[in-house]
């Protein structure tokens, strides 16, 4: 530990009336000016501000300051502002302590001498660690012009296209056999009623040819190794058991396959069927058919028919290869962009509404693809239909219900999901579109319309005859035998109860986190809000980022979004991406964990308890004997500390929280550490 003659700098910061209205910061500024070494005491209003960094410089500079504190907000927030004063005098900027009284004082507090106390003593405690505080050297590591994108959603697809039109390298990463994600399922989208296929179709087709682009389609990321700058992904391109560079695209092979039309198709939601040889939909990109090896007969009882695979046989480019494998493929990048989307809410978790056993109850994403014209019933609006598809009928009373899934504690979703009030508005708009005779009712709980042109739609859309009952229905259940719908609800303006009788009910299902959220987060060490969805480093001010440098997210992964905000969050991903990119270069945390390796033990607990996978065992010669010692990679290490608290013979420590800097500062708050 360095010993240097004090010449120490404390700053208190007022934040407008956040501070200064509980902490008298006048007596804290007396108070800091007795203490030990303190040459200079000072408040102001706000010393983030450029006049308030510039009383900082002008006294490292004028009274040759050695120690700076500032007592403000938490060192989350402004630590970076100061230190890069201090760098501007030319003196260390890790010679600075923070001392919180704002979050862990005055916001908390209300008795202000009580506060105005704390706060003190909080100071006091800064400059018992500052003087013990080492000079650090922030590092650089080269980064990698190159860019994973994960999921061809809309979000994934606006990344990579932002990304390679800057001249950069984006490998594009794909599970299913085709770009497109949710979006590629919409019929028209609220509120300009575009044509969700013209208006993403050419996006998937630019992504596709993008000379800077490699697009990998039925794809996943199996393993991510390194950090920021510097990521080597191992991605396993899975087995379509079709020749792509063959294939033409041209249908015959699920024409002749066996169990044509015997599957429910994903991309139709189940409502339509697809074969064991598929395009997922017509304008998929890639155009190349793909076999799902958990429904073809020749894959899983290894025997199709008595003359082999019609599939095979019927191809003329011979592109079927029942022996293709899957293929792994290593990628360096820079940086990585997640953009996995979302899940919509399971429908059957909601019991009362009898999802599961009334196939005319069905969610909102279901009627995307019934209306759709690249739909199953080519964007006929005909329901009842039997498994071959024939017969059903026209609707004449249809039921939307809001906020299934969403805004609901009982199902543990209390978020709102964002898109449903305005999907629902739009299908119901497009109901009234083709069956202008039938009666479109909406019930909901409130209408949030809170987007550029949202109010004006949901207003038009009552004003071509669309019913809003204010009511959450308590149950749907059938009619006797017929194919009626009772929807059990409260009129809660009218307060009446009323029992309406529909015969297609339309359930506004919420966005939810995926699934598989877990693999992600296994694999680039996310974290999840409360909510389930991927969290941000910060709600306001990093929305994009994660606690990973390096690591971006764009879309509905994020939390609920519509379209226009999942564009605008993943251009935000890619100039980050690229701000890093472009750059090529990359600072490096400096206040990292630090092993001294004659105390190491090498017991390896810092390595299981360190979330970035920043510790490895090296072998090393002690005294003759080749022993294990904990080493830290610098560059993933975000000194968190968690190493630390789990080392039992104190051998890890991260620089600038050393157990001999912040004893003393404990032991001045008077708090006992035995
Ligand atoms: C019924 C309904 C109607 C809607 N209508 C509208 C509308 O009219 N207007 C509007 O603005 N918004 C609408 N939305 C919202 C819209 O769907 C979303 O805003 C948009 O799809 C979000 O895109 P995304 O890329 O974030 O996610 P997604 O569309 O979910 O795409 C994510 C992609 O990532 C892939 N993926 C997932 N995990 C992995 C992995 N591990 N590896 C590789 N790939 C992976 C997925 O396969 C998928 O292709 C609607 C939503 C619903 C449910």
Not at 161 to 185: C, N, R, W
Not at 273 to 290: C, D, E, G, H, N
Request: aromatic content about 6%.
């Amino acid at each position: 530990m360095e010993s240097t003659r004090p010449k120490i700098g404390v700053y208190i910061c007022h934040c407008g009336i956040n501070i200064a209205g509980v902490v008298d910061v006048e007596a804290v500024t007396e108070y800091a000016s007795k203490l030990p070494g303190v040459v200079v005491s000072r408040n102001y209003s706000y010393m983030c501000s450029d006049p308030g960094q510039t009383l900082i410089k002008d006294d490292i500079r004028e009274k040759g300051l050695n120690r700076v504190i500032v007592a403000s907000c938490s060192p989350r927030m402004h630590e970076p502002t100061f230190r890069k004063a201090l760098a501007e005098t030319g003196l260390n900027p890790y010679y600075l302590e923070m001392a919180n009284i704002r979050e862990q004082c005055s916001w908390v507090h209300e008795d202000k001498a009580k506060a105005t106390e704390k706060a003190e003593k909080l100071v006091e405690a800064a400059v018992a660690k500052v003087l013990l505080l080492e000079a650090l050297e922030e590092k650089e590591v080269d980064v990698t012009p190159a860019c994973l994108v994960i999921g061809g959603g809309i979000a994934g697809i606006q990344a990579a296209l932002d990304i390679a039109e800057a001249g950069f390298k984006v490998y594009l990463v794909e599970k299913t056999p085709s770009v497109g994600g949710h979006m590629a399922q919409l019929d028209k989208t609220f509120p300009t009623l575009d044509c969700s296929a013209c208006i993403l179709t050419p996006k998937m087709v630019d992504v596709a040819n993008h000379p800077n682009i490699e697009l990998m389609t039925y794809s996943q990321v199996e393993s991510v190794e390194g950090y920021v700058g510097n990521f080597k992904a191992t991605v396993r391109k899975k087995a379509r058991y079709v020749d792509f560079d063959k294939c033409t695209g041209c249908g015959i092979c699920a024409e002749n396959c066996r169990l044509l039309n015997r599957i429910p198709s994903e991309f139709d939601e189940g409502i339509g069927m697809r074969s064991a040889i598929y395009l997922p939909f017509p304008q998929a990109v890639p155009a190349k058919y793909t076999i799902d090896p958990e429904r073809c007969l020749q894959l899983t009882k290894g025997k199709c028919g008595k003359e082999g695979p019609a599939c095979k046989a019927s191809c003329q480019a011979d592109a079927v290869n029942f022996d293709q494998k899957d293929e792994l493929l290593e990628i360096d990048v820079g940086t990585i962009i997640v953009a996995t989307g979302y899940d919509v809410f399971d429908a059957k978790r909601k019991h009362e509404y009898g999802y599961a056993e009334n196939p005319n109850v069905m969610t909102g994403l279901e009627f995307e693809r019934l209306v759709s014209a690249s739909g199953p019933t080519g964007g006929k609006i005909i329901v009842g239909r039997d498994k071959k598809g024939e017969g059903g009928f026209e609707p004449k009373k249809i039921a939307f219900i809001h906020c299934v899934g969403s805004r609901d504690k009982s199902l543990g979703n209390e978020y709102c999901s964002r898109v449903c009030c305005m999907y629902l508005a739009k299908q119901a708009h497009l109901i009234k579109d083709k069956l202008p005779d039938a009666e479109v009712t909406v019930f909901y709980m409130d209408v949030r319309a809170f987007g550029k042109g949202f109010e004006e739609f949901y207003d038009r859309v009552r004003r071509e005859g669309i019913r809003y009952i204010r009511g959450n229905p308590s149950e749907i259940y059938k009619k006797g035998d017929d194919h009626a719908l009772i929807v059990k609800v409260e009129d809660t303006l009218l307060g009446t109860p009323m029992e309406y009788e529909a015969d297609l009910v339309v359930l506004g299902v919420g966005l939810e986190p995926r699934q598989d959220v877990r693999e992600i987060i296994d694999l680039f060490k996310l974290s999840q809000s409360t909510d389930g969805f991927f969290l941000e480093a910060h709600p306001k001010l990093r929305p994009v980022d994660t606690a990973s440098d390096g690591i971006f997210l764009a879309g509905c992964c994020q939390g609920p979004k519509d379209i226009p905000d999942t564009v605008a969050q993943a251009k935000g991903a890619a100039s980050s991406a690229l701000t890093l990119i472009a750059r090529g270069k990359v600072k490096v945390e400096a206040q990292v964990s630090a092993v001294n390796a004659d105390e190491c033990r090498g017991c390896g607990l810092c390595v299981e308890v360190c979330p970035f996978g920043a510790i490895e065992l090296v072998e090393t010669n002690r005294q003759g004997n080749i022993v294990n010692v904990a080493s830290v990679n610098e560059a993933l290490c975000k000194g968190c500390g968690s190493c630390a608290s789990a080392c039992l013979s104190g051998a890890i420590q991260p620089k600038s929280f050393k157990d001999e800097q912040i004893l003393p500062q404990i032991a001045v708050l008077g708090v006992r550490t035995e």
